[in-house]
C-alpha cells in the first residue's frame, strides 16, 4: 500500500497548507462515501435483473443458452470496470484512495513540519556545542595593557 507521503515526497516542498489538506481529507471521505453509496445501487439494481432474467420460465435447454448469455453480460461488465479511462480524474481518485486506506494529510503534513522543526532544534543544538567546544579549546589571548 502506497501512501501519500511516498508519492508526493514532500508536502512541505508542494506548498500544502493546513487548510487545503484538511479539505482534501474531507473531500476524499465524501467522495468515498458516495461511491459506496452509488456502486451499492447499481450492485442492487443488477442483482434484480439478473435474478428476473434467471428465474423467468423458459424450457430446458434455452435456460442453459440464458446461463451462457449472463455469463457473457458478466464478462463485459468485468472487462469495463476493469479499463476505466481518467479523464483527468486521477487527482481525485488519489484523494479517494487516502480516504480509503485512512491516509490524513493533514497529519502527514503536521509530522513532517514537526520532524523538520526537530531537526532543525538538533542541528542548531549542535552547532551551539560546537561553537562552545571550539571557544573553550582556545588558549586564552594575553591580554594588553597600556602605559
Request: proline share 5%; charged share 30%.
Amino acid at each position: 500500500m502506497q501512501t501519500s507521503a511516498v508519492r508526493t515526497a514532500s508536502l512541505i516542498d508542494t506548498n500544502f497548507c493546513p487548510r487545503r489538506t484538511l479539505v482534501e481529507d474531507t473531500v476524499g471521505k465524501i467522495l468515498l462515501q458516495c461511491w459506496h453509496g452509488v456502486k451499492s445501487e447499481i450492485v442492487q439494481v443488477l442483482r434484480e435483473v439478473f435474478n428476473q432474467y434467471i428465474n423467468d420460465e423458459p424450457v430446458g435447454p434455452e435456460q442453459k443458452y440464458r446461463v451462457r448469455q449472463l455469463s457473457h453480460i458478466g464478462g463485459a461488465f468485468r472487462q469495463a470496470i476493469d479499463h476505466i479511462p481518467d479523464g483527468g480524474l486521477n487527482p481525485l481518485r488519489r484523494i479517494m484512495d487516502d480516504a480509503e486506506h485512512r491516509v490524513s494529510k493533514h497529519q502527514l503534513l503536521l509530522t513532517e513540519r514537526a520532524e523538520l522543526a526537530s531537526q532543525d532544534n538538533e542541528a542548531r543544538h549542535t552547532l551551539k556545542r560546537k561553537r562552545e567546544t571550539s571557544v573553550s579549546a582556545e588558549p586564552p589571548s594575553p591580554v594588553k595593557v597600556k602605559r
